[in-house]
């Protein structure tokens, strides 16, 4: 059988009291009472059976056995604080948001350190594609991409035409029916706002030449960048690459998308963090709508 180990509270007293050559300033740093740490290192001494301080009147030095002694506690202790150190963080303030890639992609990537810098004390924790309904009671803000139900919507929540700059020039715009039908047309499968549905609304009277199919808006934008059609796309997710100049409208009507990006903060999460992140996002969309219109 494994003999069992001093108590972790000898070792502390110990090599705190080496550190400060002082059983009053380990006291101090520990608090307890100089009684207390004198009384853990006579008991560990005691069990191993060796002095470890040479107590004099002006203070206390080490011995042999204490200088011995102390490097391999230290690492020790170090080691012991290493493990705690991410749980110890764990119970500090964090705000777990739950998004869409695409909205943590266009919108809070480019833009979360200067959350950060406002908001220092905070630790962030971003949950993204469609997170299991788990996690619904951990997150503090959900930012979700559908009917809303009454939830507040982020942006104004619009379909709008994009293409890059490269593809079409402000010269060629707005497009004619004619000249729409020669582009590809860029469009997120599993929504509601499909281009059958949407055309009108465009008052395009003509379908596109060919179509390109995606799994999310933020892979439409990505694509109608790089010059691979048109894209019918969230308002949302195209605001910074229009607010840049990387993308442009290629028709200015601006209809209501069927679904969209809305809000939620669980009513169990009422903290002060997850309003000013609510806060701070809705003010960064607001800035980017007013540089558009």
């Not at 012991?80 to 963080?89: G, H, I, K, V, Y």
Request: proline share 6%.
């Amino acid at each position: 059988m494994s003999q069992s180990l001093p108590p972790l509270g000898w070792f502390r007293s110990f090599e705190c009291a080496a550190q400060h050559q002082s059983f009053t300033a380990a006291a101090e740093e520990l608090g307890l009472t100089q009684s207390a740490v004198s009384q853990q290192i006579r008991l560990l001494e005691s069990r191993l059976g060796c002095r470890l301080f040479d107590r004099k009147p002006r203070g206390i030095t080490l011995t042999d056995d204490g200088r011995q002694l102390l490097p391999e506690i230290t690492r020790a202790i170090d080691a012991l604080r290493s493990a705690t150190l991410p749980f110890e963080q764990a119970r500090t303030e964090i705000l777990t948001i739950a998004t869409s890639v695409s909205v943590a992609q266009w919108f809070l990537a480019p833009r979360l350190s200067d959350f950060l810098n406002d908001y220092p004390q905070l630790n962030v924790r971003l949950l993204t594609t469609v997170w299991p309904d788990s996690l619904a009671d951990t997150t503090d803000v959900q930012i979700r991409f559908g009917a809303g139900e009454g939830q507040p919507a982020l942006g104004r929540n619009r379909l709008v035409l994009v293409a890059a700059p490269a593809l079409i020039t402000t010269e060629q715009l707005p497009l004619t029916d004619e000249a729409f039908q020669q582009y590809p047309l860029i469009q997120a499968v599993g929504t509601s706002d499909t281009w059958v549905n949407s055309a009108h609304h465009f008052r395009y009277n003509t379908n596109p030449g060919s179509a390109l199919y995606v799994d999310s808006h933020g892979l439409s934008v990505d694509l109608a960048r790089s010059g691979s059609g048109i894209a019918l796309t969230s308002e949302l997710i195209a605001l910074p690459l229009l607010a840049s100049g990387e993308l442009v409208m290629v028709n200015p009507l601006t209809p209501d998308s069927v679904d969209g990006y809305f809000i939620n903060v669980p009513s169990a999460s009422g903290a002060e963090p997850a309003r000013q992140f609510v806060a701070w996002l809705q003010g960064e969309v607001e800035t980017l709508m007013q540089q558009l219109d």
